[in-house]
Nanobody, 121 residues
């Protein structure tokens, strides 16, 4: 069984920073692209950032310059550093990873359970 476990969310004041982490565990054969998505109440889930195994990154326009995605391939972990957070409605941040497990022919997309981030004074 494979799972993604996020951590690091919570309440932060406007202008503050948070760092999210996501660890992939299980019988993983290969771990390729990873990413972060977020979903606010009543809205669709949206892309925040992605990172390839080689470290190439892609960001939503709304977070460029404020958020940084990174990963540690040895630890099967990705991170999202969020700086200068703005006061906005709470959102749940989801970790995503393309993984191939042992014994499977193809890889597929996996999701974490989500981690809530609230920016409020």
């Amino acid at each position: 069984q494979v799972q993604l476990v996020e951590s690091g969310g919570g309440l932060v004041q406007p202008g503050g920073s948070l760092r999210l982490s996501c660890v992939a565990s299980g019988i993983i054969f290969s771990l390729s692209d990873m990413g972060w998505y977020r979903q606010a109440p009543g809205k669709q889930r949206e892309l925040v950032a992605t990172i390839t195994r080689g470290g190439s990154t892609n960001y939503a326009d709304s977070v460029k310059g404020w958020y940084t995605i990174s990963r540690d391939n040895d630890k099967n972990t990705e991170y999202l550093q969020m700086n200068s957070l703005k006061h906005e409605e709470p959102a749940v941040y989801y970790c995503n990873a393309e993984m191939k497990i042992m014994g499977s022919v193809r890889g597929r997309s996996y999701w974490g359970k989500g981690n809530k981030v609230t920016v409020s004074s």
